[in-house]
């Protein structure tokens, strides 16, 4: 390739760079956040009023074990496999109540489920949309079928929700879907909400747990963290958390306001939209590289391997 050549490579090359990241940047800048959307379903749980009883728990692995293949799993120190104790969520626990204690004194019971983000990471990250937000109730749902078993909805997720069955022969993504398939349904309510006893989940429109939370704060200052988990975390959260401890200290993690999945998917629909980019850029890589075969001049009677003094 000719020094002229080389310079022309590296001059577009530049060119449609600057041009690919200048233009999700530009998009960024000029588009306006999603507002969020207090209208969605959700959860309020109240650490508070939590006794730890497991009836969340069992409710729903009762209302949801002939759906998406779960089955009860058996605490490994039980022989007589009569008591369901799962450490962690998994592929068949969709909801999770562990203790958390500092001290004889600083101690409470936390809830684990999913999320359901307003701009939920693993829906943007799932190439084949079975991640899915249904638009009116704001549920995060999955898609089995469509399901290609890649896993970018566990690594995206910044609260560690969607768990893989990795003991089944065909194998699903299992997280809450709010029972929409199941309790929601029939009863419209969450299981876990309608079995609580003490009222520690509420179910409702997202703006009127809000309103509740925030009620509860002020009448009882002392009681709380001053803090609504969830309001603004990654951009807001339906599943929203009311506790006496801070929340690094229950095993769930500091975040940021803004959602990461609405910065990267307006990069990618600038970038990728109708592959436009993509293609100009191979397309000019390739004229490039044709143009310089056909002026490229065979190498004739060893001239080219001759050696010229300075």
């Known amino acids: 390739m000719s020094g002229k050549s080389r310079r022309d490579f590296l001059k577009l090359a530049g060119l449609a760079g600057a041009g690919l990241v200048a233009a999700p940047a530009l998009a960024v800048a000029e588009s306006a956040k999603a507002p969020v959307d ?3 379903l959700g959860m309020l749980y109240d650490a508070t ?3 730890g009883c497991k ?9 949801n074990s002939d759906y998406g293949a779960l089955s009860y799993e058996q605490a490994g120190f039980d022989p007589d496999k009569l008591w369901d104790a799962p450490q962690d969520l998994t592929g068949s626990t969709r909801t999770l109540i562990k203790l958390f204690k500092e001290s004889p004194s600083e101690w409470s019971y936390v809830k684990y489920s999913c999320m359901h983000c307003q701009k939920p990471s693993c829906v943007s990250v799932c190439p084949v949309a079975a991640m899915v937000k249904d638009k009116i109730t704001g549920i995060v749902d999955y898609k089995k079928d469509a399901c290609i078993g890649c896993r970018y909805c566990q690594v995206a997720c910044a609260f560690n929700i969607p768990k893989f069955q990795w003991d089944k022969a065909i194998p699903q993504i299992v997280k809450c879907d709010l029972c929409k398939n199941t309790n929601l349904k029939s009863a419209g309510i969450s299981a876990c909400a309608e079995v609580c006893p003490t009222g520690a989940i509420l179910f409702g429109k997202r703006g009127e747990l809000l309103t509740e ?5 002020a009448e009882q200052p002392k ?3 001053n803090h609504i988990y969830g309001e603004h975390e990654l951009g807001g959260t339906n599943h929203l958390y009311l506790t006496a401890l ?3 200290k229950l095993g769930l993690p500091e975040l940021q306001h803004d959602a990461p999945a609405e910065f990267s998917e307006k990069i990618q629909h600038t970038i990728y939209k109708g592959f436009i980019a ?8 390739c004229f490039i590289a044709v143009r310089n075969m056909k002026k490229q001049e065979p190498d004739v009677g060893g001239k080219g391997d001759e050696k010229h003094e300075p």
């Open 246 to 248: 801070p929340v690094k």
């Open 213 to 217: 939370a925030k009620k509860r704060l």
């Open 49 to 51: 009023k939590c006794v």
């Open 38 to 40: 207090n209208n969605e």
């Open 223 to 225: 009681l709380y963290v």
């Open 55 to 63: 009836a969340c728990m069992s409710a729903c692995k009762r209302v």
């Open 278 to 285: 993509p293609v100009a850029l191979y397309g000019a890589l």
